[in-house]
């Protein structure tokens, strides 16, 4: 084992100095990370979602910044806009446009495919990032619980649409941004959305971000075939907007513990652009190295092929569209 295994490993088991900046620094020195403005997108197309706060909005940067054609995806025409406008200015790219979706609204995602395929030849890259811990029920126009169906409904449609542009563009990407949360949350189809007088934000959320990183490895397992890469991820603990509103104690209390969103979006970055994450498929990453998606024996118990079956069938029905090339 390399020295920067042992000391990656002493810094992964306790949550918090992984998940904090202390971890960010660390690895970043044990494994002498190639600087993100050396990779060259020029040409590339990437889709962000989330892409006007926090880590989406960083790692939008970074990408243009590398010369990327970028399309921007946030719920406000006018907030997009404004933030497409500065990111222009901040990066000297000129290639950034936006359209306005809420994830969560499949008929809004049915739009955002329309525009990218018909504006895009090629699609390079596809980053589900968008996402917020609700603290009480709200429900998408289809009635199914919004984080459910912004975090999980949302995006798999959007990637089914884009399948097949995916799949004629070399080395294409769908990288989504999950939460540690998840590790406290097992695979659950039947409790997926919780009911609004037994209402946890934070295990909402959690749930949903399970069931993003198992559909990510059936993603992988089922149409990885075509020569698309399916990578999930988190970001660790990052001081955004997002944690801010949903989780003010926690921003306050960690507030000098918590990455950047800078440092948050790294690896999302780096999924995007490095050649190194195409030597496998379907994984889950942490600071540029793959991760375990279990830390407890009840959440890796509860990950059965059954129960992800039903969680694809489930995803199927509700997005009212069957992926296929
Ligand atoms: N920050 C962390 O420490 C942390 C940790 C674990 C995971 N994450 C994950 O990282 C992602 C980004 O979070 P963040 O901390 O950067 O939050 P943020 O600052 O609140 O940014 C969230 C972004 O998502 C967009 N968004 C939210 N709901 C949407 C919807 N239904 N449809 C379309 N866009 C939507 C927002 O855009 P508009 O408001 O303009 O629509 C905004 O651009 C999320 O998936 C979050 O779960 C963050």
Redesign the pocket.
């Known amino acids: 084992m390399r020295v920067s295994s042992v000391v990656d490993a002493v810094i992964e088991a306790p949550v918090v100095s992984s998940f904090s900046r202390i971890g960010f620094d660390v690895r970043k020195r044990l494994d002498d990370w190639t600087a993100l403005d050396t990779y060259d997108l020029t040409d590339h197309v990437a889709v962000v ?9 960083a790692a939008a940067e970074q990408l243009a910044r590398c010369g990327a054609t970028l399309v921007l ?4 025409a006018e ?2 806009q404004s933030v497409v406008e500065e990111m222009i200015e901040a990066t000297g790219n000129p290639s950034i446009s936006s359209v306005a ?4 609204d499949y008929e809004q995602v049915r739009h955002l495919a329309s525009i990218v395929l018909a504006d895009h030849d090629r699609l390079d890259v596809l980053i589900h ?5 609700a603290n009480d029920r709200q429900d998408a126009p289809d009635g199914t619980e ?1 984080t459910v169906a ?2 999980v409904v ?1 995006p798999f449609l959007l990637t089914s649409l884009l399948l097949e542009r995916l799949g004629a563009t070399d080395s294409s990407r769908v990288i989504t ?5 998840m590790y406290t949350a097992g695979l659950t189809v039947s409790k997926l959305q919780m009911p609004a007088e037994s209402y946890k934000g934070a295990e909402q ?1 959690a749930r949903a ?1 399970r069931a993003q990183v198992v559909l990510n490895e059936m993603w992988a397992e089922r149409f990885g075939y075509l020569g698309i890469f399916f990578h999930a991820m ?10 801010d ?1 949903s989780l003010p104690l926690f921003s306050k209390i960690m507030g000098p513990l ?2 950047t ?1 800078e440092q ?1 979006a790294d690896t999302l970055v780096w999924l995007a652009a490095d050649d190194a994450p195409l030597a496998v498929n379907g994984k889950f990453w942490l600071d540029r190295r793959q991760r375990s998606t279990h830390k407890i024996p009840s959440t890796r118990s509860s990950d059965t092929s059954e129960r992800r079956e039903k969680l694809w069938s489930w995803v199927v029905e509700t997005a009212g569209y069957e992926p296929t090339v």
């Open positions: 979602t989330g892409a006007t706060s926090g880590l989406g909005r995806v946030g719920r406000g907030r997009n979706a809420d994830m969560g990032n968008a996402g917020a811990l919004a912004s975090q949302g941004m999950s939460s540690g949360g959320y971000k988190h970001p660790g603990w990052a001081d955004t907007p997002g944690v509103a918590l990455r969103p948050g």
